[in-house]
């Protein structure tokens, strides 16, 4: 099953479509392209099609279609966690390295969920020794350790400040992260 159909499934499983129009839309194809993946899933068997009048039909999961939306949202689910503890693994060993050369003040720039697993991944590593500073920008108060930047395009232009840019790090780990299977 293609992401097109998968995407397809999903739409007909949560029951928000009144037409194939409808359905052309929400995935951005065209009405012939629709048609020809919903005319795919009815013959693998993933989907019927109800007449409820002459002009009006309803599109229904089978079960075969359900247990493969099932299947397929369970196997991204498990992709995602892992891809999740790739990143937490990556973190940890910068903080690790940053640790060692004798930081033990981080302040993280950015308010994610990226910046939520680098507090994991410092609690995990280390059960003291550390502190945590959530800032708004980067000034030189902030050189007495080492700043954790968590969102993209910062300029860093302030003398002194010891910078770690936990987006690009993670960015070198693309090509680890892809061959594993997780991006």
Do not use: W
């Not at 999903?10 to 919903?38: A, F, H, P, Y």
Request: glycine fraction near 6%; charge should be neutral.
């Amino acid at each position: 099953m293609d992401e097109h159909e998968f995407e397809l499934i999903n739409i007909i499983g949560s029951k928000m479509v009144e037409n194939q129009r409808d359905l052309s839309r929400q995935m951005e194809l065209s009405l012939g392209m629709t048609n020809m993946l919903i005319h795919r899933l009815i013959s693998k068997g993933y989907i019927r099609i109800k007449q409820l009048n002459k002009k009006k039909v309803e599109y229904i999961l089978t079960p075969k279609g359900f247990a493969e939306k099932m299947q397929k949202s369970i196997n991204y689910t498990m992709k995602t966690i892992n891809s999740i503890g790739l990143i937490k693994k990556t973190l940890a060993d910068v903080l690790v390295k940053a640790y060692e050369q004798g930081h033990r003040k981080f302040y993280i720039l950015g308010e994610s969920d990226l910046a939520g697993l680098i507090e994991i991944a410092l609690k995990e590593k280390f059960t003291s020794g550390y502190e945590i500073f959530h800032v708004l920008e980067i000034t030189p108060v902030l050189s007495d350790g080492v700043v954790l930047i968590c969102r993209e395009e910062v300029a860093v232009d302030v003398p002194g400040v010891k910078v770690i840019d936990l987006i690009h790090e993670l960015a070198k780990d693309d090509a680890v992260l892809s061959e594993r299977g997780v991006a």
